[in-house]
Each structure stands twice: as C-alpha cells, then as structure tokens.
C-alpha cells in the first residue's frame, strides 16, 4: 500500500506518479479506442474486407477479454505494475505501427490485421489489469475516490473522443 506520508494536499493531481499515470491512461484509453474503429475500416478500405472478415477483426480485437483476462489478473499480481504497462503500451505502439509500414510496403493482408488485434487486445488486457491495481500503490486510501474518478474520466471521454479520431485518421491517411 501506499505510504500516507506522501499524500498531497488537493487531490491526487498534485502528485506526480498519478499525473504520469494519468496522461499513460489517457494515450493507452485513446489508442484502444482509435483501434476498434480503426481496424476495422483500414480492412474495408484497403483491402476490400468482406463482412464477415470484419465481423472476425472486430471479434479478434476483443477476444483476449474472454481468453486471458483472468490469467492475466494472476499473471499482473506477481509482477511489477508500472513496468508491465510500459511493455504493453510499446507493444501496442509497435503492433499498431506496422499496419502503416506494411501499407506503404503493399504487403498489408487481413492475417495481419488480425494478428495486430489478437497483439494489441493481449497488450491491453495487461495494461488494464496491472492499471486498475497500480493505483493504490501510488495514492493514499483517502485519494483513491478521486484518483478512480480521475482515471474514469480519461476513459469514458477517449470512449467518447477515440473513434472519432479513428476515422478522421484513416481517411487523412487512407
């Protein structure tokens, strides 16, 4: 648990670990959201997806949900929080990249596009369990409310703000 003797007065904004926190949350939330809606049309447009293609990308992207979120929450509570959220922001990032490089290359394929949603929903089903329970050991009992409302906030306005950016990127890129 966290030490109280580094609680800041005013709310957990004042510190600097839940700052941090928060702005990765907020990159981490926005890019999962960008990526539903994403895929999904890079696979339309590029590369003339079927329906049903579509329909398997989209499953593809939230499969790791059901297929390790609960050894992942095993997994994320004997190791290191801050360092596995890190990992898999890089390799969300990286999954992600590949996608234009591959375009560019004229090599982009639907197994692909699946694998980059089978990597990237893996990625963020770690991020988010070792990010739920990363926050206590940064704030203080008595900040968690509002830490947890902090956090809630970036996520629900990505939800909100992210598949739009989606498609406003892939048709600046596209």
Do not use: C, W
């Not at 596995?84 to 990286?94: G, H």
């Amino acid at each position: 648990m966290s030490d109280t003797s580094r609680a800041a007065p005013g709310g957990p904004l004042r510190m600097r670990d839940f700052r941090m926190l928060l702005a990765g949350a907020a990159a981490g939330q926005l890019g999962a959201q960008v990526t539903l809606v994403a895929l999904p049309l890079v696979a339309v447009l590029e590369l003339d997806a079927s329906a049903f293609q579509v329909g398997l990308l989209t499953a593809a992207e939230t499969a790791a949900f059901l297929l390790v979120g609960l050894p992942a929450g095993a997994l994320t509570d004997r190791m290191r929080k801050r360092p596995l959220m890190i990992r898999a922001d890089l390799v969300r990032a990286v999954a992600m990249a590949s996608i234009p490089a591959a375009a560019l290359a004229h090599v982009l394929t639907m197994t692909q596009l699946y694998a980059v949603a089978l990597v990237t929903g893996v990625a963020t089903v770690f991020f988010d369990v070792a990010h739920q329970s990363y926050l206590p050991h940064i704030l203080p009992r008595d900040q968690l409310v509002a830490g947890n409302g902090a956090l809630e906030t970036v996520r629900s306005t990505a939800q909100v703000t992210g598949p739009g950016l989606g498609g406003g990127l892939v048709q600046l890129v596209g």
